[in-house]
């Protein structure tokens, strides 16, 4: 690995703090919820007792604070896991990498990201309203690909691998799971199961509206190959932080169950219940 980084390879703003994120290493704290709408951000730094920072630029919107006597970040990471790949690189080079010096720090340090979002089910046993979290997951968007190092399998990804049925679509999986070490943390989540983390929002979810999908039966498919439900993010925040050393856990609150045809008659509601359920749990 090269010690030395280039301007080009790190780059960072005027006053040195990494360049998408707009933020200073001293301006996050070593637990961060991950969400992806930057107007939850300020639902969840409503319950800190003090807020000590607050940045954003672009979609990434970040509140640093203390809750309980502990310190804390939300970050907002929008859409998608090309955005997952800005965001999990440069939280990894403010507690990585020197920045003044562009140099890779010889002692590592993990951080503990909690991605918090919405999903729809695939399962048509899940109900809505409810907590899923994501303990394996597979990445229908090719990300992890791009990285050289990057190898995982266990008997969840050997199993799907075996039996995905779309040959064109094949190539670009990859798969991870949850950091065990902290999944007690959400043990008594009411759901634990397995999600596929796809690159877009109609056809890739089965949308049709005026150009057709793959296949009309893909979400039947996906559930006969044991996905309980599907989001944008999960897939690279677990892979990535395999790759960086880091750890991370993916809760989602179930607002559509698309089997069933089903949507949460108040997903404000069961927002608000995921933020708390979230924040008891990681902060004692």
């Known amino acids: 690995m090269i010690n030395k980084l280039a301007a080009s390879e790190l780059v960072l703003n005027e006053d040195g703090s990494v360049y998408h994120l707009n933020?200073?290493?001293?301006?996050?704290?070593?637990?961060?919820?991950?969400?992806?709408?930057?107007?939850?951000?300020?639902?969840?730094?409503?319950?800190?007792?003090?807020?000590?920072?607050?940045?954003?630029k672009r979609e990434f919107y970040t509140h640093t604070g203390i809750l309980r006597g502990e310190r804390i970040t939300v970050m907002s990471t929008g859409i998608g896991t090309e955005n997952i790949d800005i965001v999990m690189n440069e939280l990894d080079a403010l507690v990585n990498i020197d920045l003044k010096k562009k140099e890779i720090k010889t002692e590592h340090t993990a951080l503990e990201l909690f991605r918090l979002g919405t999903c729809g089910s695939v399962n048509p046993e899940i109900e809505v309203d409810n907590m899923l979290v994501t303990q394996n997951v597979v990445g229908l968007d090719g990300l992890l690909n791009f990285y050289q190092d990057y190898r995982f399998e266990n008997d969840f990804s050997k199993d799907f691998l075996s039996k995905f049925p779309y040959e064109n679509i094949k190539p670009m999986l990859?798969?991870?799971?949850?950091?065990?070490?902290i999944s007690d943390?959400?043990?008594?989540?009411?759901?634990?199961?397995?999600?596929?983390?796809?690159?877009?929002?109609?056809?890739?979810?089965?949308r049709q509206l005026r150009l057709k999908a793959v296949d009309d039966k893909f979400?039947?498919?996906?559930?006969?190959?044991?996905i309980s439900n599907f989001e944008m993010e999960t897939s690279a925040i677990y892979g990535l932080s395999k790759l960086l050393g880091h750890k991370a856990m993916t809760v989602n609150c179930v607002i559509a169950n698309r089997v069933r045809g089903?949507?949460?008659?108040?997903?404000h509601t069961s927002e608000k219940k995921t933020i708390e359920w979230v924040l008891d749990r990681i902060i004692k």
Do not use: C, M
């Open 174 to 181: 990859y798969f991870s799971e949850w950091a065990e070490e």
């Open 262 to 267: 089903e949507f949460s008659a108040d997903h």
């Open 219 to 226: 979400l039947e498919t996906l559930n006969d190959l044991g």
């Open 23 to 56: 933020l200073l290493p001293e301006e996050i704290a070593s637990k961060i919820i991950l969400v992806g709408d930057p107007d939850r951000v300020p639902k969840v730094s409503q319950y800190f007792d003090k807020i000590e920072v607050k940045k954003n």
């Open 185 to 206: 943390y959400y043990k008594d989540a009411k759901y634990h199961g397995n999600t596929a983390t796809f690159p877009g929002f109609y056809a890739p979810q089965g």
